[in-house]
C-alpha cells in the first residue's frame, strides 16, 4: 500500500503530529520527552514570535491506515537574508524504518521548496537556533538531554541515500568535574575580575536576573552572530524566553558577569539535568510531572550546559574563567559528578578549549544535511 501524506492542518492532526514521536521511542530509554504543552505552542502561529520571519508547514505520513512518520518544512526568512540564499528547512522529522515512508516525508518538503522558489533544503532544524536541532549520527546509547533531538541509528541512513550531505556537524561532550578548582582558572578568574572591574551578579532567587534578562540575551544576540544557524532573537521573542524559562532558573547555576556600570557582559545558563525527570513527568507538568522536575532541582548529580556568551568587545580576555570558576564550585556544591556541554559546533575550538580542565568524553555528533535543489 502507498504512503498517505496529510497536511496538518486542524488541531486534531497537530496534536497528531506532537504526540507521534511519544509512541515512536515507547520504551526508549535515551529519548527525552519535550513538554506538550511547550511543543503544542511552538507549532502554533499565533503563540511562537517566531512566526513574525518564519512560514511553514506540517505533515503526516501514514501507511497501511496507520501513522508512519511526520516532517516540518520552515522558511526562516531573517536567516535567508542573513545568509543571501533562499533556503528551505526540514524539521521534526520522525519515520519508522521504512525507505517509502521517510521518502515521501521529504518528497513532500522538496516539492513545497521547490514551489517557493528554493535553492536548497536543510536540516534539521527549528524555527530558530534556540529550537533543538542536527540529526543524531553518533551517541545513540547515551541519554539525551531536554535541549536536544534523539533519533534512531536508521534515520541518517535513510537521508543520505536520498541525496542529502553533511552541511554542519555539532559536537558534545560528558565532563567531569572535580572538587578542587585549577589553581591556573581560579587565579585569571581573580586577575580578570580586579583588571576590568567586573563582579557577579549575586541572585538568590529567579526575580533576581529579569532586570537583567534583556542584557543576557542582547550579549546572547551578539556573542552567537557568526553561529551556524542563528539568527537574533527579537523582543517578542526574549518576552517569551523569559516568561516560559526563567521561572525554573536555579540561581546558582546562572553566573551572570556585571562590568563597573552594571550592565551584563558575560553569563552562562546551566541547569541540574532534568532528562530523566521529563522522562517520568512523559510530556505532562500536571499532576504528577512538576513533582519529579522540582526534585531533580534538588537532586541530582548531574548537569547540562545550555547557553554561555561572552559580549564581543570583553572575548578573548579572560571572562570564560570568571563563569567556570563560579561553576566549579557550584558543582563541588552540589556533588554534581557529570556534566552535558550540549551541542557546539566542531569547529568551534575556543569552546571545547574549555573542557581542557575537566576530564571529557566526546559522547554524541549530529548534523545538518542540506541538498541543492535542480
Request: charged share 30%.
Amino acid at each position: 500500500m502507498s504512503v498517505l501524506i496529510k497536511e496538518v492542518v486542524e488541531k486534531g492532526d497537530l496534536k497528531k503530529f506532537i504526540k507521534f514521536p511519544f509512541k515512536l521511542y515507547a520504551g526508549n530509554k535515551y529519548w527525552v520527552p519535550p513538554l506538550f504543552m511547550d511543543e503544542f505552542n511552538n507549532f502554533r502561529k499565533d503563540k511562537n514570535p517566531a512566526f513574525d520571519f518564519c512560514e511553514a508547514k506540517y505533515w503526516l505520513a501514514y501507511k497501511d491506515g496507520k501513522l508512519a512518520g511526520r516532517i516540518a518544512a520552515i522558511i526562516n526568512n531573517s536567516f535567508n537574508q542573513k545568509v543571501n540564499r533562499n533556503l528551505v528547512r526540514f524539521g521534526y522529522i520522525d519515520f519508522v524504518d521504512d525507505e517509502e515512508v521517510s521518502a515521501e516525508l521529504i518528497k513532500t518538503v522538496e516539492k513545497w521548496a521547490k514551489e517557493k522558489n528554493a535553492e536548497a533544503v536543510h536540516g534539521p532544524l527549528g524555527f530558530t537556533d534556540m529550537d533543538p536541532e542536527g540529526m543524531l549520527v553518533e551517541g545513540f546509547d547515551e541519554l539525551g538531554t531536554i535541549a536536544t533531538i534523539y533519533n534512531y541509528p536508521y534515520y541518517s541512513n535513510h537521508i543520505e541515500k536520498l541525496g542529502y550531505t553533511k552541511d554542519n556537524d555539532w559536537i558534545e561532550f560528558l565532563l567531569n568535574p572535580t572538587n578542587e578548582i585549577p589553581e591556573k582558572i581560579e587565579r585569571i578568574s581573580e586577575v580578570v575580575k580586579q583588571r576590568y572591574k567586573l563582579r557577579l551578579l549575586k541572585a538568590k532567587s529567579s526575580k533576581d536576573f529579569l532586570p537583567y534578562a534583556h542584557e543576557i540575551f542582547d550579549v546572547l544576540n551578539s556573542a552567537y552572530s557568526n553561529i551556524y544557524g542563528f539568527v537574533p532573537l527579537t523582543s517578542k521573542q526574549i518576552d517569551l524566553y523569559v516568561k516560559q524559562y526563567f521561572g525554573f532558573i536555579k540561581p546558582e547555576f546562572v553566573p551572570v558577569v556585571l562590568d563597573e556600570n552594571n550592565k551584563v557582559i558575560a553569563f552562562g545558563i546551566t541547569m541540574p539535568s532534568m532528562s530523566r525527570a521529563f522522562q517520568k513527568a512523559k510530556g505532562r507538568i500536571l499532576p504528577f510531572g512538576i513533582i519529579h522536575i522540582l526534585r531533580a532541582m534538588n537532586k541530582t548529580d548531574r548537569a547540562d550546559l545550555y547557553l554561555t556568551g561572552v559580549r564581543p568587545d570583553y572575548q578573548d580576555k579572560g571572562v570564560n574563567a570568571i563563569l567556570i570558576c563560579h561553576m566549579n564550585k557550584v558543582f563541588a556544591k552540589y556533588k554534581i559528578r557529570v556534566v552535558e556541554s550540549n551541542p557546539e559546533m566542531e569547529t568551534n575550538s575556543k569552546v571545547q578549549a574549555q573542557w581542557r580542565f575537566y576530564g571529557k568524553r566526546q559522547h554524541r555528533r549530529r548534523r545538518c544535511y542540506i541538498k541543492e535543489l535542480k
